[in-house]
């Protein structure tokens, strides 16, 4: 109804859209019930979905005491390049993100993502106490188990990263910290040298503040082994048109919350790294739509993912 996506040609041409069916359903659902326009219904309905969106966006920073002015937005899935600017728009965020496959964004990060174990083993014991023998103990035992699990990858000793850590806290807290303490060939007496020291300046950075004269409490160690995997330059094939006029299709109305405006289309397949497109704008490619509002802009960056400019 807004127009940002294609009638025909939609999902790489196996599904067409029915306009018709999508003004009825909200004209006699939400325009007729509420008085209003079939078009101010549909954007109506458009800007509810992104104010939710942006407020879980909202509610997430926020247990982080992050400030979305500060930051990018990715936008990837299906329609992650659709609704990225109106979301980044809601945040305050002038920078958003669309990766070249978006719509397949999750699925090739699974696949290319290095194998992963994270193993933790209890031993509470004060610093000052520790028995570096049995620190010993469950360090071999973990990475042994690590190394179990990864067997099935097929990889090599040199294509392993093992990292290991103890966990710290001050006594009376209930979370812990992992604090860097050696590597897969095991604990050394010299790793622990300035293991206090570490977990005070570690706890001062992340916690912003600390307590140098109370000894830490050791809560366990902790092994983290990482199968390195190969990673392609990029995920998908780039066009050669690095000028955008060269590439586009044409035009379409949509609508961004005035009036129907005549908005150029351009094929986003055949565009190369350096195009530059000024919104409103609609870039299509195969399983996605790249909206860009008035007074934005896109170019495609070296890896072939636009990178949207929101004034």
């Given at each position: 109804m807004l127009g940002y996506l294609p009638t025909e040609g939609f999902a790489a041409g196996r599904m067409t859209l029915d306009v018709d069916a999508a003004r009825e359903a909200i004209r006699r659902d939400v325009a007729e019930p509420l008085g209003v326009d079939v078009v101010e219904a549909a954007w109506g309905i458009e800007r509810i979905v992104n104010a939710n969106m942006a407020n879980e966006t909202r509610r997430i920073l926020a247990s982080h005491g992050a400030d979305p002015r500060e930051m990018s937005l990715i936008a990837h899935g299906g329609n992650g390049a659709v609704h990225g600017w109106a979301i980044a728009n809601e945040l305050g965020i002038h920078r958003v993100l669309v990766p070249k496959v978006a719509p397949a964004f999750s699925a090739l990060g699974v696949l290319v993502a290095d194998y992963l174990v994270d193993l933790v083993q209890s031993?509470?014991?004060?610093?000052?106490?520790?028995?570096?023998?049995?620190?010993?103990?469950?360090?071999?035992?973990?990475?042994?188990?690590?190394?179990?699990?990864?067997?099935?990858?097929?990889?090599?000793?040199?294509?392993?990263?093992?990292?290991?850590?103890?966990?710290?806290?001050?006594?009376?807290?209930?979370?812990?910290?992992?604090?860097?303490?050696?590597g897969g060939e095991g604990f050394r007496d010299s790793d622990l040298?300035?293991?206090?020291?570490?977990?005070?300046?570690?706890?001062?950075?992340?916690?912003?503040?600390?307590?140098?004269?109370?000894?830490?409490?050791?809560?366990?160690?902790?092994?983290?082994?990482?199968?390195?995997?190969?990673?392609?330059?990029?995920?998908?094939?780039?066009?050669?048109?690095?000028?955008?006029?060269?590439?586009?299709?044409?035009?379409?109305?949509?609508?961004?919350?005035?009036?129907?405006?005549?908005?150029?289309?351009?094929?986003?397949?055949?565009?190369?790294?350096?195009a530059e497109i000024a919104g409103p704008a609609l870039v299509q490619e195969p399983f996605t739509v790249v909206v860009l509002p008035p007074d934005s802009s896109a170019r495609v960056d070296d890896a072939g993912n636009y990178v949207l400019t929101l004034d």
């Open positions: 031993y509470v014991a004060p610093l000052s106490r520790i028995d570096l023998e049995r620190l010993r103990s469950l360090h071999s035992d973990l990475v042994g188990e690590a190394r179990k699990e990864l067997e099935p990858t097929g990889l090599s000793d040199d294509e392993l990263d093992i990292s290991v850590f103890v966990q710290m806290c001050y006594s009376g807290q209930s979370f812990d910290m992992s604090i860097p303490a050696g040298d300035g293991l206090a020291e570490r977990f005070h300046a570690e706890h001062e950075a992340e916690r912003g503040f600390c307590f140098r004269d109370q000894e830490p409490l050791v809560r366990g160690v902790r092994v983290v082994a990482r199968g390195l995997t190969p990673k392609p330059e990029r995920f998908a094939a780039l066009g050669t048109e690095r000028d955008a006029e060269s590439a586009r299709l044409g035009s379409r109305p949509a609508y961004f919350g005035d009036e129907m405006v005549d908005t150029p289309v351009y094929d986003g397949p055949r565009l190369a790294v350096g």
